[in-house]
């Protein structure tokens, strides 16, 4: 049974930071692309940042800059450094996996989710 197990987040005041990470119980990891997501209240799901296998990735445009995707293949570990981090960046994040090499930042690809960490951010 595959799990993912999202930690990491609280809050913070505007300009702050936070460290995500997501454990994953997959086999042959590193075959994965993983995504992290965030869900705002009455908002739609958004693809916030995405990973492959080889370390490329991909942002949304309104984080570019700000967060950092990485993954330790070696411990099944995905990460999100979010800096500078502003009061629209409140949601809930979700981590994902998807069993593929394309970098997708649609929800829809993704067959595995964690169950979330809040981020809340004040101004």
């Known amino acids: 049974q595959v799990q993912l197990v999202e930690s990491g987040g609280g809050s913070v005041q505007a300009g702050g930071s936070l460290r995500l990470s997501c454990t994953a119980s997959?086999?042959?990891?590193?075959?994965?692309?993983m995504g992290w997501f965030r869900q705002a209240p009455g908002k739609k799901r958004e693809g916030v940042a995405a990973?492959?296998?080889?370390?490329?990735?991909r942002y949304t445009e309104t984080v570019q800059g700000r967060f950092t995707i990485s993954r330790d293949n070696t411990k099944n570990t995905l990460y999100l450094q979010l800096d500078s981090l502003q009061p629209e960046d409140t949601a809930m994040y979700y981590c994902a996996a998807r069993d593929g090499y394309f970098i997708s930042l649609m929800p829809w690809d993704y067959g595995y989710w964690g169950q979330g960490t809040q981020v809340t951010v004040s101004s």
């Open positions: 997959l086999h042959t990891y590193s075959r994965y692309c």
């Open positions: 990973i492959n296998g080889d370390g490329s990735t």
